[in-house]
């Protein structure tokens, strides 16, 4: 097998790469977290990603033809990488055993690759599959990875219908640069380590934060931003310890979906710990359901020497 392994370079490449990763996401035993899962949404998506941009979608090619992808998406605060996939191609084999081990040439060859573009300043990694994606599993084990807790993916599609429970003494309004203090004190209690630090919360384009007050004081936060395919993303909804139990979880996160509903969406989803039991009845009252379970894998660059690509 001829392999070349270079970022994708031009717009039909573009294009190729974000179909082969549409197809992809689109079966539980590839699918990873973070990339929307159709062509229109990916093209754009790859092109924007932070701080590389295209330069940083790595694809692995063969007589021309996009067979593999990983992306880098890379911060300083935390200092982490995200690596969307690898996501490989390993149709084509009629051996199981022989279309795993290309998979895994493929995966190393495109890790070795994209390890290159990151600065010394990051220091973390982190990937992010579908607990059905067992070859992806088996990579992070390979590389020293280590798992974390799952996060139940939920949906709802949105109507006129949103439940919201009557708070007395309790007003929930937009989030104001007056509240920051106090909602990035919740946030980094409740959220530690998690992609965006409290004082950043209300960071991002398209991006809602709404705030519930008891006696002016805010006592918890919901985020909410509207992605590239018009779907909205509940990104956390945090209640100080005193308040939990009385419905202002349940209140923040209604009044987002309203907020996203009146914006033009017709959906959001979001993420829970899958040990969230209280979180995950109160999104279930609100009419979510689960469609899939992601593990997160997580390492420290540094902790070993990067093996090679297996033979």
């Not at 059905?132 to 990875?145: C, I, K, M, P, Q």
Request: net charge negative; with cysteine.
């Amino acid at each position: 097998m001829n392999l070349t392994i270079r970022p994708i370079s031009s717009r039909a490449e573009l294009s190729a790469a974000a179909a082969l990763v549409a197809r992809l996401q689109h079966d539980p035993a590839s699918h990873i977290g973070y990339l929307d899962v159709e062509v229109a949404g990916l093209e754009k998506q790859l092109g924007e990603l932070e701080p590389l941009g295209l330069d940083g979608v790595i694809g692995a090619f063969t007589d021309g033809r996009v067979i593999g992808v990983l992306v880098t998406d890379w911060d300083t605060d935390p200092p982490r990488v995200w690596w969307h996939g690898p996501l490989v191609d390993a149709a084509g084999d009629d051996d199981p055993d022989e279309a795993d081990r290309r998979w895994a040439r493929i995966a190393g060859s495109l890790y070795t690759a994209a390890q290159r573009l990151l600065p010394a300043t990051v220091t973390e990694e982190e990937i992010l599959p579908d607990e059905r994606n067992e070859r992806l599993a088996r990579f992070a084990h390979h590389y020293s990875f280590e798992l974390g807790s799952g996060a139940a993916v939920l949906s709802r599609k949105l109507d006129t219908t949103m439940p919201s429970p009557d708070l007395p003494g309790v007003v929930i309004r937009a989030f104001r640069d007056e509240d920051r203090a106090a909602v990035a004190a919740i946030h980094d209690q409740l959220f530690p380590g998690s992609h965006l630090p409290g004082p950043r919360v209300d960071e991002g384009r398209d991006r809602q934060v709404f705030v519930a007050l008891r006696d002016l004081d805010p006592v918890g936060y919901v985020a909410i931003e509207r992605q590239r395919d018009g779907q909205g993303y509940l990104d956390f909804v945090g209640v100080t310890d005193d308040e939990r139990g009385l419905g202002i979880g349940t209140a923040l996160a209604a009044e987002a979906c309203v907020s996203a509903w009146d914006a033009g969406s017709v959906g959001v989803h979001l993420t829970v710990r899958t040990s969230n039991v209280a979180a995950r009845r109160l999104y279930e009252r609100l009419g979510f359901t689960e469609e899939r379970i992601l593990v997160p894998w997580r390492r420290r660059r540094g902790t070993q020497r990067f093996a090679q690509p297996r033979p």
